[in-house]
């Protein structure tokens, strides 16, 4: 990850707030306000079982960062420090769709309900576009992107929708009729931060605090996207677009 210049960090701060705006603006839509907000019969037993499966995912992370492999292509960067992510993206999407199997939940229940998919899909969509106008980029999108880049685009995505069926489809609603939608937000924000440490602890020295920082605001805007939209899609798109615009740098 490269280190931020202070015109970097003010467009992330604008995309950021941008980003508030339109969900707050999209997110009174009747489409997304007539679907029912999620309800579980047990809070208490399905947020022990969230908070079990989100502290697996972050030793999982730890495990995966201490082999050596792992640790040379994130410190070499570039494409190949998205692949061990995705590893564990993958693994964390199945291990999401495996508990909903085994406890016969319906997908609704991880943030896959498809009555709210198309309204999240377009929000997310706005918001990419948004945080691409923002970022000061839509010049150099214009102008073309290279196959890595193209390809570091698809794996992001990939890593994102794995990682946030996880943390905001599947922990996050749990966690919030355990303990409010506050609390919940928060754990399934912090759960977040320590699952990508690992990471950033094997970045260059001068590029950790832009880690930290990085993964801290994302963290809290997916998270506040989710309960807006209550669909994984739009927080997804919007980590997997912001990301890339990092990359590009």
Do not use: D
Not at 227 to 232: A, I, L, N, Q, S
Request: proline share 6%; no cysteine.
């Amino acid at each position: 990850m490269p280190v931020l210049t202070t015109a970097q960090w003010v467009g992330l701060v604008s995309e950021a707030l941008g980003v508030i705006a339109v969900i707050m603006l999209l997110g009174i839509s009747p489409r997304l306000r007539r679907v029912p907000p999620l309800q579980f019969q047990y809070p208490r037993r399905e947020g022990l079982v969230a908070l079990a499966l989100g502290g697996g995912m972050v030793l999982l992370a730890f495990l995966m960062a201490a082999q050596p492999a792992t640790a040379r292509e994130i410190q070499r960067g570039g494409i190949a420090s998205l692949y061990p992510a995705l590893s564990l993206a993958v693994l964390a999407g199945a291990l999401s769709g495996a508990a909903l199997i085994y406890r016969r939940q319906p997908p609704r229940s991880a943030g896959w309900g498809r009555a709210l998919f198309g309204p999240a899909l377009q929000i997310g969509i706005a918001v990419g576009l948004l945080s691409i106008f923002l970022r000061g980029m839509l010049t150099r999108l214009l102008g073309g992107v290279s196959p890595e880049q193209a390809q570091a685009l698809l794996l992001l995505l990939a890593i994102a929708v794995g990682e946030e069926t996880l943390f905001r489809g599947y922990l996050q609603p749990r966690f919030s009729a355990w303990l409010g939608s506050l609390p919940g937000w928060l754990l399934s924000a912090g759960l977040f931060v320590l699952y990508q440490s690992p990471r950033i602890f094997l970045l260059p020295a001068e590029s950790q605090w832009t880690g930290w920082g990085v993964t801290i605001l994302h963290s809290l805007l997916a998270g506040w996207t989710m309960m807006k939209v209550r669909h994984v899609a739009a927080p997804a798109l919007y980590r997997a677009i912001s990301g890339w615009l990092l990359f590009l740098l």
